[in-house]
């Protein structure tokens, strides 16, 4: 196998980790001899074992068999070994102490703590390393970590349900616009993010849960709240959740608090005051629609109160496709 066809195989595989590595990024790494395929390694969990140390033990298991030195052999790395000590330890140094002479990686590592570093320390150690092979591919794989670090924000995405005479609800009531189906792909997306968002009046409207009830692991988000009040935990909301709690209006300062954390993409699911707010702040990068064919009428709340309110936002379509009934869009932020 080409190194090509090894960086592929290792982005690909990497991918069936994207729900419990998160908030960290996905890495795949191969180890190879003479394009034989001696061990791979993925970051499989949060807080555990990167994907180079997880190959270089798989390895170590076939020393004296398959190969008789670590100098040998090539590292096939999706992204740049970490340099710092973080939870695990950092992979740079560790593979220095292998003896592996020869390092392809995809992408250079965004995190200011890395970017760089770990690609410097392989190389003042003697190491030969090769940078960029597929790199596109794995920054879009990627995506929201390598956003955030690029614009010091997590990537924002809004959500929303309408009507087809494009309503929220009614006031004071819970009203389920959409099918079943699209709410079921909702928790696919929900998953898919590192915090979800709302406000105190979807809270008290609506007591959700807001968590991502799918069929699979994933490290469920943690939950942001802003509101004006004091609430009790007794709301499903609050439930065995990590919940931050904001009582300030300015919208771009609580964003911004989380810069420097592991939050690299938040989902808002509110209601039409806070996701306009959140527009006219000019922070979101995401918009996802679920249109349904239920009309409300005059007595529904509007979403937006201008016609094409999206598009005047500043945003284009991405996606568009059927969901049974419902029509599911994604608009982008122009850049």
């Known amino acids: 196998m ?3 066809e090894l960086m592929l195989r290792a982005i690909t595989k990497a991918e069936k980790f994207k729900f419990t590595a998160k908030p960290n990024p996905v890495v795949g790494a191969i180890i190879i001899k003479d394009n034989e ?21 798989e390895a170590k298991k076939l020393l004296g068999k398959k190969f008789q030195s670590f ?13 710092h000590k973080g939870k695990t330890g950092s992979c740079a140094d560790f593979i220095v102490k292998t003896g592996i002479k020869h390092i392809v990686i995809g992408a250079i590592d965004p995190n ?69 189906s699209s709410r079921n792909d909702v928790q696919k997306i929900r998953a898919e993010y590192d915090a979800i968002l709302t406000g105190g009046n979807t809270l008290r409207n609506d007591n959700p849960k807001m968590n991502a009830r799918v069929d699979f692991h994933t490290n469920q988000p943690k939950k942001i709240l802003l509101t004006n009040n004091t609430y009790n935990e007794g709301f499903d909301f609050f439930k065995n959740a990590s919940v931050d709690v904001f009582k300030i209006n300015n919208l771009k300062k609580i964003i911004d608090s989380y ?21 006219n702040e000019g922070i979101v990068d ?28 500043g945003f284009k379509l991405e996606s568009s496709y059927k969901i049974d009934t419902d029509l599911k869009e994604i608009f982008i932020k122009n850049e």
């Open 71 to 83: 100098s040998e052999l090539t590292l096939i790395c999706t992204l740049e070994p970490c340099s």
């Open 112 to 180: 200011p703590k890395v970017a760089g570093n770990g690609i410097k320390i392989l190389k003042d150690n003697g190491i030969l390393v090769e940078i960029g092979l597929l790199k596109h591919l794995v920054e879009k794989q990627n995506k929201f970590f390598f956003y955030k670090h690029k614009n010091k924000k997590p990537y924002i995405t809004v959500k929303i349900a309408s009507s087809i005479d494009g309503k929220s609800h009614y006031s004071g009531e819970r009203v389920f616009i959409t099918s079943q």
């Open 286 to 313: 995401e918009l996802i629609v679920y249109s349904s064919t239920k009309k409300l009428g005059e007595n529904g709340i509007n979403w937006f109160y201008e016609d094409n309110a999206i598009e005047n936002y």
């Open 37 to 57: 395929i001696i061990s791979e390694g993925y970051h499989e969990i949060f807080g555990e074992n990167h994907a180079e140390i997880n190959a270089i033990e």
């Open 2 to 4: 080409s190194y090509e």
């Open 259 to 279: 810069a420097n954390s592991e939050v690299c993409s938040i989902l808002i699911e509110a209601g039409p005051k806070l996701v306009n707010a959140f527009l």
